[in-house]
């Protein structure tokens, strides 16, 4: 029987606007980025891991953010630092 790991922090999820079209940092720094992520606590948005600067998990890290969305299209999921889980965004 396989059991369900679920995020502690869904009571975080705020839905927030991105505030930025792009990684924050990167946009600022004149820097590339991979993927973005958006902070569900505070619309902060990031780059994802495999960018160079890693800025979204530098600012969950830095905020005690827990829980990221992906902002790539297609793409519908959430990831809880916290937990070190991903779920289903909807």
Not at 11 to 18: L, S
Not at 39 to 45: L, M, P
Not at 54 to 68: D, E
Request: charged letters at 25%.
């Amino acid at each position: 029987m396989a059991t369900t790991q679920v995020c502690a922090h869904l009571d975080q999820i705020r839905n927030p606007r991105p505030k930025s079209k792009g990684c924050e940092e990167c946009l600022k720094m004149g820097d590339t980025w991979v993927h973005l992520r958006l902070c569900e606590s505070c619309g902060h948005v990031g780059c994802c891991d495999s960018s160079k600067n890693k800025h979204a998990t530098k600012h969950a890290r830095a905020t005690g953010h827990p829980v990221v969305k992906s902002l790539e299209r297609g793409e519908n999921w959430m990831y809880c630092y916290v937990d070190d889980v991903m779920f289903e965004a909807d």
